[in-house]
C-alpha cells in the first residue's frame, strides 16, 4: 500500500488534528528503554495512518511521526474525528511493551501548514502551536487533554482517567479493538494467542465498552457535521 505525504510547503485548508506528547518519568529510562518506547510510539502512528485514506487515491496518509525535545513526539491526522481513538491508540501502543511505559498526550483540532518533509519538524500554524500549549499547560493528574475543552475536553478527560489504570494486558487488547474496522474479540484473541474470555476479562476492566460508546458519538456527531 503507497504512503501518500507531502513533500513541499503544504497548508490545510480543512480541519485536522495534532497529538503532541511527551514520556512521563522518562529520566529514569535507560537509553534502551527510551529507544523502545520510541520505537512503539512510531510503529503505532504508522498503524494509525492506515486508518486513512487520502481522497480520491488508494493510499493511506502518513501521520508524520515526529521525535522532538529529546522525550517529546508528535502526529498529525488528516481525519480528525479519530482524534480520541488515536490518542487511545497511542497509549496502548506503548503500554502494551512496556509496563511501565507512559506518555502525556494533548489533543488539538484545527488549521496549520505541514511544512516541508516527512516529519513535522517545519510544520507551524494554529493547531500546532495550540496542541503544543495544551502539552506544556498539563499539569498532574490530567495526561490527556483537548485544546478546545468543553464536552470534548471532558470527554478526553473521563478517557484519561479510565485509561490511566490499564495494566500491560488490558492494553494489548483495548489496542487490539480500537481499529476503527471494528475486529472481533475473536479476532484479537487469535493475535495475541490468548482465549477470547482472557480478551473480555482485559476489556471489561479496562472500560473498554464505555470508550467504544463515547468514540463512537463523537465520530458519528463529526460525520453529521461534515
Known sequence: MHMFSAGSN????????????????SK????AELEEAFAALENAALEISFWQKHEGHDRTVATRFTRNRGDGWQIY???????LRAALYMRAALLAEGSTLRTRIAIAEGKGDLGRGSDL??????????SGGALDNMKPPVTM????GGALGACVRLADHISDD???????????????????RSEVAE???IS???????????????????????????????
Open 10 to 25: 503544504h497548508t490545510i485548508s480543512s480541519q485536522i488534528a495534532v497529538l503532541s506528547g511527551d514520556l512521563i518519568d
Open 28 to 31: 529514569r529510562l535507560s537509553h
Open 77 to 83: 491526522l488528516a481525519k480528525p474525528t479519530f482524534a
Open 121 to 130: 519538524n517545519s510544520a507551524g500554524g494554529p493547531v500546532f502551536v495550540a
Open 145 to 148: 487533554a483537548h485544546a478546545t
Open 166 to 184: 490499564w495494566t500491560q494486558a488490558q492494553a494489548r487488547a483495548v489496542r487490539g479493538m480500537l481499529w476503527p474496522r471494528k475486529p472481533t
Open 191 to 193: 493475535s495475541l494467542a
Open 196 to 226: 477470547r474470555q482472557a480478551v473480555e476479562q482485559s476489556l471489561n476492566a479496562a472500560g473498554f465498552g464505555a470508550l467504544a460508546d463515547a468514540m463512537a458519538q463523537i465520530e458519528i456527531a463529526a460525520h453529521d457535521a461534515s
